[in-house]
T-cell receptor
Framework: GQQVMQIPQYQHVQEGEDFTTYCNSSTTLSNIQWYKQRPGGHPVFLIQLVKSGEVKKQKRLTFQFGEAKKNSSLHITATQTTDVGTYFCAGYSGNTPLVFGKGTRLSVIA | EPEVTQTPSHQVTQMGQEVILRCVPISNHLYFYWYRQILGQKVEFLVSFYNNEISEKSEIFDDQFSVERPDGSNFTLKIRSTKLEDSAMYFC?????????????FGDGTRLSIL
């Protein structure tokens, strides 16, 4: 079945440093979604990418979808303590349910 | 902003007992989902529900699980005979429609602890 791999599993950064998490799918995706889960919280939808090579920005967050629609990345510029949490990518492939990656847990040291 | 609400927030149950987890999806949403997240791990799809029937289910969703929409607002997950490995956070989610362009809105979850 479809698998979505995400690296790194953990990332510790100093406040102000950049952060990137990468997502790879075993199959071509129709779209990819990104969610953020704060410690003790629930996943919150951040954004969706649909088109090959698409790049979207939300303030300090930049999301990319690969040309082959099998990989994606989330980059945070100048991290802040409010960025702490686990970032999940989740992909749709054909008619399958949304498949989540294992997530990248971001810690930001002030 | 409308929210998905889940009750209870924490359920402690003896192994072998039945549990019912409750969810109230966002009112104009048509697709409902249950996910499971074992502590520290990824979010795993269990089942989706549309038009009063199961739309898709995963391998995890075996015969001990069932879902129901008993009235116009509630959406429930029943685990018939709980096992220790059922201990996890269970999230309900809803979306306006199914489709690859629909964000899912998650509730706060029910933490299920099986003793």
């Amino acid at each position: 079945g479809q698998q979505v791999m995400q690296i790194p599993q953990y990332q510790h950064v100093q406040e102000g440093e950049d952060f990137t998490t990468y997502c790879n799918s075993s199959t071509t995706l129709s779209n990819i979604q990104w969610y953020k889960q704060r410690p003790g919280g629930h996943p919150v939808f951040l954004i969706q990418l649909v088109k090959s090579g698409e790049v979207k920005k939300q303030k300090r967050l930049t999301f990319q979808f690969g040309e082959a629609k099998k990989n994606s990345s989330l980059h945070i510029t100048a991290t802040q303590t409010t960025d702490v949490g686990t970032y999940f990518c989740a992909g749709y492939s054909g008619n399958t349910p949304l498949v989540f990656g294992k997530g990248t847990r971001l810690s930001v040291i002030a | 902003e409308p929210e998905v609400t889940q009750t209870p927030s924490h359920q402690v149950t003896q192994m072998g007992q039945e549990v019912i987890l409750r969810c109230v999806p966002i009112s104009n949403h048509l697709y409902f989902y249950w996910y499971r997240q074992i502590l520290g791990q990824k979010v795993e799809f269990l089942v989706s529900f549309y038009n009063n029937e199961i739309s898709e289910k995963s391998e995890i969703f075996d015969d001990q699980f069932s879902v129901e929409r008993p009235d116009g607002s509630n959406f429930t997950l029943k685990i018939r005979s709980t096992k220790l490995e059922d201990s996890a956070m269970y999230f309900c989610a809803s979306s306006q429609d199914r489709g690859s362009n629909q964000p899912q809105h998650f509730g706060d979850g029910t933490r299920l602890s099986i003793l």
